[in-house]
């Protein structure tokens, strides 16, 4: 499975031994300060989301997580990316700018012919070969080369023909979507790759305090949050077990009519729901073996002291999320 949020990772960088209530409040100001620069073509706010995403590839090396291993959560959100970045491109087109690039695409009695056996070329290969990832992106430039060879090379006959142009407007856009989901997903990933359970449960715990003034139980959130997260690789690897003991039996939900794969995800579902409802009862029932009860007072095993790292980083991100809210009131 691609998703990676979740699994912890044992360690001993500088990102493990983080108080993890300081470790949670500095990592959600550094997602807020990526949300909050705005989109702009001003090379002050270009080189502020440079820079935040540069530090969040610098934090992977210093947590000592493999690269891979984040590499590896990003391909969940490839299509989202692929997607909004060529949204971004063809949508925007303002008035007042000339365009980057304007080349003629076709989608013509030769070119769409092309196009349906690139695909069915791109479904066959995806079964057989190990970079998916890297295929797919070559399979996304070859729809519009190939338009492009057609429309301005070829007799392309009867068919629609439409301008691609790419404004700067457009290629900001679609930089700063990437940069920021990109940024954000790796942030994520190593908040729950150097956090364990535990510790992510003290750290909300710690941080929702404020809301018991109102009569919110936070105890019971955190817990919930945390247990949701941990979840989450267990429920995916049992999922990916089901998928190939139905593939050992000769199912193929990929080559399959459209009610075959309705009646295999129905058997995918039901599995796993069942698993997932049992190992909840499991769960619940260990609790119980170990004393914990809802609304009691408990003492816990590790108490957390906050050092001068911890300062120094819930500092430095402070410095990030104010400088970059008072650019943005400066640059109004």
């Known amino acids: 499975m691609n998703i990676r949020i979740g699994q912890y990772i044992l360690g001993d960088s500088f990102l493990h031994k983080m108080d993890p209530r300081i470790k949670l409040l500095s990592m959600l100001m550094l997602i807020v300060s990526i949300f909050s620069i705005g989109v702009s073509s001003n090379i002050v706010n270009i080189s502020l989301i440079l820079f935040m995403f540069v530090f969040t590839v610098f934090l992977v ?3 000592g997580i493999p690269f891979g291993k984040v590499i590896q959560g990003l391909k969940a959100v490839v299509f989202l990316l692929t997607f ?3 949204i971004q491109l063809f949508t925007i087109r303002p008035a007042d700018q000339t365009p980057l690039m304007d080349v003629k695409m076709t989608l013509s009695v030769i070119s769409i012919p092309v196009l349906v056996v690139l695909f069915i070329l791109y479904q066959w290969m995806k079964q057989r070969v190990k970079w998916k990832t890297t ?6 430039f070859l729809i519009f080369f190939i338009q492009y060879l057609v429309a301005n090379y070829l007799n392309y006959g009867a068919g629609f023909i439409y301008d691609f142009k790419v404004y700067q407007a457009g290629l900001v856009n679609a930089g700063f979507i990437f940069l920021r989901i990109t940024s954000v997903m790796i942030v994520a990933s190593l908040l729950t790759f150097t956090t ?4 992510l449960n003290d750290a909300l715990e710690s941080l929702l305090t404020p809301f018991r003034l109102i ?3 936070t105890y019971i959130i955190s817990m919930m949050i945390s ?3 941990r979840t989450i690789p267990t429920l995916l690897e049992e999922t990916q077990k089901i998928m190939k003991a139905q593939t050992s039996r000769g199912a193929d939900i990929n080559e399959s009519s459209i009610k075959d794969k309705i009646g295999q995800i129905i058997a995918l579902l039901i599995p796993v729901f069942v698993i997932n409802m049992s190992r909840a009862d499991d769960l619940s029932n260990a609790m119980e073996a170990r004393g914990y009860i809802i609304g009691e007072k408990r003492t816990k095993i590790d108490v957390y002291e906050i050092k001068g790292t911890d300062i120094f980083s819930v500092v430095l991100t402070s410095i990030f999320l104010v400088g970059i809210i008072a650019w943005n009131i400066y640059a109004l």
């Open 61 to 63: 090396f210093l947590s």
């Open 84 to 86: 909004t970045f060529f």
């Open 135 to 140: 295929l797919f992106f070559i399979f996304v």
């Open 196 to 199: 364990s359970t535990i510790e």
């Open 215 to 217: 009569g919110l139980k």
């Open 227 to 229: 247990l949701t997260l």
